[in-house]
């Protein structure tokens, strides 16, 4: 057991100078990993020895071994789905929030941690324009954020009807009618697989994949009942937001809970430029988003919030003799799934408090000047064609009649920037994501250059 005072120094020490040299490369390595998960396994050491390690040790030898296996998520140079990098200042307070180890369910009992998170949200719901009182969770990531709103909106629309799903289920209860944009992301299905609600119905939508009002308009008349509609800011192949104005009044005027994914597209409410691609999304009910994609905190950074605290509350609520519920507030454990928490709201804080307000929005217009950069550039190569409206940080490039993942792969193989492969209209395309804050113009060159190198084999 602890062997001295100091017995954490040299394994974070390690971890630091580790983490640091990891970083400093980051910009000028290539890309793919260098090896596979068999050859890591390998060197990692496939049996648990007998024998213990000492904890430096075992940092470094994890270092050395895994290394190889990494992809550089980091590189300016990687657009690759819709992965953001990482800032210092997150990075660091995301180290801190391990050391100090709080579990931070209850604000009470953890005010340090929640204070931070607290504002930290409160921050988020401002920049992005949400209405005065609305409430902020710390999720995982979006798919989770989607998956807590979603149970604030289940609850609710059901009590409308007079029907307490939390007293007695969903079995039985009126059927709730889910409709959806026929390309809302997948983590909307499954959140709603969980939920007991099953498939949504698919709206139509226009060519960005934006859904088109008058067919919303058309599917909410089709049915009665409870109703959730869930909107998109941000579509993962074109950027192209839902006409909020228009959807959320025909989805109120039909009495239903409105959600938005915006997992990366809601930061466009964060910019004066580009705030009138999500005019009108502050009139949902609920929204879901990520601060570890566009705003470049680690993983572990997603975040729910609702105008209305009370159908969140009454989803997520836990408390028990040994739990008492905090005498003011909405503690940590009232507006997400987890009870056991680190406190992950806290790197957002750091990431907000480096940016500032304008910090922020420089943030997101540099993304999406450079997403443009990219277009730019890739239009003018001959056989490429860039198939989306761009209006935000999505790029997606089509090759008239080539083969798109041989490219995907050559431009993997060439190591200098990566982009991957999908279909979106009924064809191939390349897609690039721009997510990450160090994209600049030379990388945005360096990677044109590299498209170049592999168009012309
Ligand atoms: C990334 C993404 C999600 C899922 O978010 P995670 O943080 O990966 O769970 C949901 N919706 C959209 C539009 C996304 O881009």
Not at 130 to 141: D, I, K, N, R, Y
Not at 199 to 208: F, G, K, L, S
Not at 265 to 291: F, I, K, Q
Not at 392 to 408: K, L, N, P, S, Y
């Amino acid at each position: 057991m602890p062997a001295a005072a100091d017995e954490f120094h040299e394994p974070l020490e390690a971890a630091a100078r580790l983490a640091g040299r990891w970083l400093d490369g980051v910009r000028d390595r290539p890309i793919a990993p260098t090896a596979g998960i068999d050859e890591v396994k390998d060197a990692l050491g496939r049996d648990l020895a007998d024998e213990g390690m000492d904890a430096a040790a075992v940092v470094e030898a994890l270092s050395a071994a895994v290394e190889p296996g990494l992809i550089v998520m980091q590189s300016p140079r990687f657009f690759g789905w819709v992965i953001g990098g990482t800032a210092p200042a997150p990075l660091a307070a995301d180290w801190l929030v391990t050391a100090w180890d709080q579990n931070a369910a209850l604000r009470e009992v953890t005010p340090g941690v929640n204070a931070a998170e607290e504002l930290a949200g409160e921050w988020v719901c401002d920049l992005l324009g949400l209405p005065e009182g609305s409430v902020a969770g710390f999720t995982t990531g979006a798919t989770v954020a989607n998956l807590v709103a979603l149970a604030a909106a289940r609850h609710a629309v059901l009590e409308r009807v007079g029907w307490d799903d939390t007293v007695d289920g969903i079995q039985g209860a009126p059927r709730i009618r889910v409709l959806a944009g026929d390309e809302h992301h997948p983590s909307v299905d499954v959140a709603l697989r969980w939920l007991g609600l099953g498939r949504p119905i698919d709206v139509a939508t226009d060519d960005e994949g934006a859904i088109l009002p008058a067919a919303l308009e058309a599917a909410l008349a089709e049915g009665t009942g409870p109703a959730i509609v869930c909107l998109q800011a941000g579509n993962i192949h074109s950027g192209a937001s839902d006409p909020f104005e228009a959807c959320i009044g025909l989805a109120h005027a039909a009495g239903a809970w409105v959600h938005v994914d915006g997992a990366f597209g809601l930061w466009a409410a964060a910019s004066e430029r580009l705030r009138h691609l999500v005019a009108g999304v502050e009139l949902a009910d609920s929204w879901a988003t990520d601060a570890h994609k566009t705003l470049n905190v680690p993983y572990d950074a997603g975040i729910v919030a609702v105008a209305d605290p009370a159908p969140l509350v009454a989803a997520m609520t836990m408390h028990a003799a040994y739990l008492p519920a905090a005498a003011t507030g909405i503690d940590a454990a009232d507006r997400v799934l987890e009870l056991s928490r680190r406190a992950r709201g806290v790197p957002t804080y750091a990431a907000l408090r480096t940016l500032g307000r304008s910090g922020v929005a420089d943030l997101v217009d540099g993304l999406v000047d450079s997403a443009l950069a990219l277009a730019d550039g890739l239009r003018r190569m001959d056989g490429v064609e860039v198939l989306n409206d761009v209006v935000f940080t999505q790029v997606c490039a089509g090759f008239e009649g080539r083969d798109v993942a041989g490219i995907a792969r050559a431009l993997d193989d060439d190591g200098v920037a990566l982009a991957h492969p999908s279909r979106w209209r009924g064809g191939e395309v390349l897609r690039f994501s721009v997510s990450n804050r160090g994209t600049d113009a030379a990388a945005t060159e360096a990677t044109l250059d590299a498209v170049r190198r592999v168009l012309a084999r």
